[in-house]
């Protein structure tokens, strides 16, 4: 039986959105007549360093900029180093430690976003790459209405050893598995389903949400639509890396994709109603080395370091949002879910079920401290014995094995450091993350029930 936060029903939904057409916006805020839409688009495998907003300088993102010009843009926003990991952590709210089982799976039992604008009347949607569940209908059972997605039942090849998410891509729409000719190009299959949800919920006078786990920039690197070798080319995708140098190609692909569905919001007059928030769900996979500042970044993936764990984050939100604004704030992926249903005004717990806290107030332009720390459990196999915890905040890291490194000084974590040598900012800051690893330490799968384990 699913638990559910609290329960909600179609009256309730009914309700909802009447109070949504009749509410009194506050001062600060733009007078919104209709539910707030919500596009949330996580790339895959795009750290931090990768965007120019952010001072990388290795490629060219000028759609995704353009979402900081317009928005909000974090220095500090933090992903598990795994997708599966980051997955399950943004779409429910909650720390791996409790509700992660393994690679692959999204646990039935899960609340997540897609049931909480199911049931406030929204129509859901996710497109791009799903790796929650092999079942059929996993999507559907996650909360959402529609989907085109890769690798729901089918792994991410096919029997020739052909990676199948770029190049004629296999994908699954609406739980119908279709493969796609040679020169279809799987980001572009994905993205269009998207754009024809938003358009027709907005006709039918709909709110939505949608919830973009892009296929890009994940390996096999190789050519896109406008690459020079797109269809001359196309051995890279019989190789789990593939050709590196196709990485940059890969990142301009992703950053128009983004700038077709801003474009698609202005186009409808909706992007004045929409919160547009655009992030990564873990560093970059190595062998990608980029400029960030005039530092090298090695990519992380997977590794619990910075380059593994941090990533970009903007957010768009018209008449809200100030225009250009930057936080130097704490993020991690457990706050997407209650900051995306605060800000539409979806019901949901901020009992001690969920991790995460809204940074609505962020959005709204209080700069008060939001977030002291972020805890992170990482094993990709969701064994304990293996898992890699730490808690941090912008300036130190400890880890539950007791090393302890001052992150800027630091990246890579070569020379923990010794805690009775420091002074006496440090060694609180050290007691202060300590005592949130203690807190942890004990919760090992308690959000998940024992028939699911």
């Known amino acids: 039986m699913r638990m559910r936060y609290q329960p909600f029903h179609f009256l309730s939904s009914i309700f909802y959105l009447l109070a949504m057409s009749c509410c009194t916006p506050s001062s600060s805020e733009e007078k919104i007549d209709r539910p707030l839409n919500i596009v949330l688009i996580m790339a895959d495998d795009l750290g931090y360093e990768t965007i120019a907003a952010n001072g990388g300088t290795s490629y060219q993102t000028p759609a995704i900029d353009q979402l900081a010009a317009n928005g909000l843009r974090f220095n500090h926003c933090y992903a598990q ?6 997955r399950v952590q943004i779409m429910t709210g909650i720390y791996n430690v409790r509700n992660y089982v393994r690679f692959g799976l999204l646990e039935k039992s899960q609340i997540t976003f897609g049931h909480l604008f199911q049931d406030a009347g929204y129509a859901t949607c996710v497109i791009g790459k799903w790796q929650l569940g092999k079942a059929p209908n996993s999507p559907q059972l996650a909360g959402f209405d529609q989907h085109c997605l890769w690798q729901v039942r089918e ?5 020739t ?46 709110p939505f949400l949608l919830y973009y786990p892009m296929i890009l920039t994940h390996c ?80 992380a993936k997977n590794q619990s370091t910075d380059a593994g764990t941090r990533v970009p984050l903007m957010v768009q939100w018209p008449g809200v949002v ?25 019901p949901f717990s901020d009992s001690p079920d969920l991790d995460g806290k809204s940074f609505v107030p962020l959005l709204r332009g ?55 040598a420091l002074g006496s900012e440090a060694q609180e800051t050290h007691q202060m993350l300590q005592r949130v690893l203690d807190r942890y330490k004990s919760q090992r799968l308690n959000r998940v029930p024992s028939s699911g384990q």
Not at 181 to 194: L, T
Not at 322 to 346: H, K, M, R, W, Y
């Open 220 to 299: 096999p690197f190789s050519p896109t639509p406008d690459s020079p070798d797109w269809m001359k080319n196309d051995t890279a995708v019989m190789r789990y890396k593939g050709e590196p140098r196709y990485f940059a190609d890969m990142v301009a692909y992703t950053d128009k994709i983004v700038g077709k569905i801003n474009q698609k919001l202005e186009e409808l007059g909706i992007q004045e109603n929409t919160l547009l928030i655009f992030t990564g769900d873990n560093g970059t996979d190595r062998p990608i080395v980029s400029m960030l500042k005039g530092r090298e970044v090695a990519g």
């Open 161 to 206: 050893g052909r990676d199948t998410r770029f190049s004629q891509p296999v994908l699954e729409v609406d739980g119908q598995l279709k493969t796609y000719a040679k020169s279809d190009y799987g980001p572009d299959v994905v993205s269009n389903y998207g754009l024809d949800f938003i358009e027709k919920s907005h006709e039918q006078g709909k």
């Open 155 to 159: 792994g991410r090849m096919d029997s």
């Open 322 to 346: 100030e225009p250009g604004s930057v936080t130097n704030q704490l993020i991690d992926f457990s706050d997407f879910l209650p900051t995306i249903c605060e800000a539409a005004s979806v």
């Open 81 to 86: 180093p795994l997708c599966t990991p980051s």
């Open 366 to 420: 209080d700069s008060s401290l939001h977030r002291q720390w972020i805890y992170s459990w990482y094993s990709r196999s969701g064994e304990a014995e293996k898992a890699r915890v730490f808690v941090r905040n912008q300036r130190y890291k400890l880890y539950e094995s007791g090393e302890f490194y001052e992150v800027p000084q630091d990246y890579t974590e070569q020379n923990p450091l010794e805690v009775q």
